[in-house]
């Protein structure tokens, strides 16, 4: 019964099974996971080609033997999979976000069927491993994006000779959950945040974070594009100025992604240019130092008495700032900024004896939605989606340039 080393991933590449001698038979072998194959003459020129052609195809199945997939797990089909996702989902050296998903539904794979043959996993089988995530409260949404990676595991393990490739087209007639047709529930829509509510929320903020959900709300950039920004990476020529993020969401589409900088936007982005050309604009460095420096300022033990600016720090603390915030930083910055304003809300209302009037907790994402509220009520939907960047990925070059300068033109009036 073959089966697929955990450690195969980690073998050096220069490590391959050997073209050996076999005394008694006179022929050649190799041994390719446990299992002899004879190639032929020793030393002729069949056996060599043999091998080299069983050496081929051992390398392209993520050296793993590739076999009819009988006598394989599911836990074992993951473990391969989760190899292969380790090296394709990642983008400039780092692993994407899909990686932590495809993680989680190995794991709980693994944990169900984790010893039933992959040939077993069937329809029912895919059913009722859902019908775990539905029992658990998860959004119909979520359930349906996790579910789709189950049917590509299978897919892959069909391209390498793993499994049959059955297995997946039987997987594939189970239809995603319907709205209004399975008892998972539907999280409402991600809405527009008010003007009103970040204006309220900024005061909480540091500088640095509070220019960059300025940005973003006069830009409609998103959240990760607003985290990466380089000075590097905007043209300032012309009135409005285009911003070019080094990744962004579509990027592995082929498809381009130009920011136009109108003239409010660039008044917040001006100052935060004027450094290394690849170091980023908004950096919780520069935030860390600004905010040690509004307290020392705010200081009113003279100098000479207590701790001296820099004395009372930790040697080595656990945490660091980085050099730029990531989107979950961000999104939660400006939670901790609506839980700061509602608290000093409730005081108010507590020392006046009314109601506190709590401000909504809202996101990096709905700043875009904002924006695209605004931009489709005055200049229509067209214009909406090439703000965003919400183009179809088989626009043309034409239609490519007529989008940029419509994106210029609505940002010249309004961002």
């Not at 594009?225 to 285009?242: A, L, N, Q």
Request: aromatic content about 8%.
């Amino acid at each position: 019964m073959s089966r697929i080393p955990a450690t195969d991933h980690r073998q050096s590449p220069s490590r391959r099974p050997s073209y050996r001698r076999h005394k008694p038979t006179g022929q050649a072998v190799v041994t390719i996971n446990g299992r002899d194959i004879y190639l032929g003459k020793w030393n002729s020129r069949t056996s060599w080609a043999e091998y080299d052609r069983l050496i081929g195809e051992w390398l392209a199945a993520g050296r793993h033997w590739p076999g009819s997939g009988n006598d394989l797990t599911v836990a074992e089909l993951g473990r391969a999979y989760l190899n292969h996702a380790g090296t394709y989902y990642v983008k400039n050296g780092k692993p994407t976000g899909w990686l932590v998903h495809i993680k989680l539904v190995i794991r709980r794979l693994r944990q169900s069927y984790g010893h039933t043959l992959a040939v077993s996993f069937g329809p029912l089988a895919f059913k009722a491993f859902r019908e775990k995530f539905i029992s658990e409260g998860h959004s119909r949404g979520y359930i349906n994006k996790l579910m789709a990676i189950v049917p590509r595991i299978f897919k892959w393990g069909a391209s390498e000779q793993l499994v049959p490739g059955s297995i997946y087209q039987d997987l594939l007639t189970v239809e995603g959950l319907r709205k209004g047709r399975c008892s998972a529930p539907d999280h409402p829509p991600v809405a527009p945040v008010a003007d009103i509510v970040v204006d309220a929320t900024l005061p909480f903020l540091g500088q640095v974070l509070a220019d960059m959900v300025r940005l973003q709300r006069y830009t409609g950039a998103r959240p990760a594009e607003v985290c990466i920004i380089r000075p590097c990476d905007v043209e300032m020529s012309g009135e409005v100025w285009r911003y070019r993020p080094e990744s962004h969401k579509t990027e592995h589409h082929g498809r381009g992604r130009v920011i136009a900088v109108g003239p409010r936007a660039q008044e917040i982005l001006r100052p935060y240019l004027l450094r290394d050309k690849l170091a980023f604009c908004f950096s919780p460095q520069d935030a860390e130092r600004k905010r040690r420096g509004a307290q020392h300022e705010a200081r009113k033990t003279p100098p000479k008495w207590g701790n001296r600016p820099g004395t009372n720090r930790k040697r080595c603390p656990k945490r660091t700032p980085g050099e730029r915030y990531s989107t979950d930083s961000y999104r939660r910055a400006i939670q901790r900024a609506c839980e700061a304003a509602n608290a000093k809300r409730r005081e108010e209302a507590a020392a006046a004896g009314t109601e506190p009037d709590l401000l909504p907790a809202w996101s990096p994402n709905q700043l875009r939605h904002t924006v695209a509220t605004e931009v489709r009520s005055k200049f229509g939907l067209e214009a909406s989606q090439v703000v965003l960047g919400h183009a179809k990925a088989d626009v043309t070059q034409v239609y490519a340039e007529r989008d940029l300068s419509l994106a210029t033109e609505v940002m010249r009036k309004i961002g």
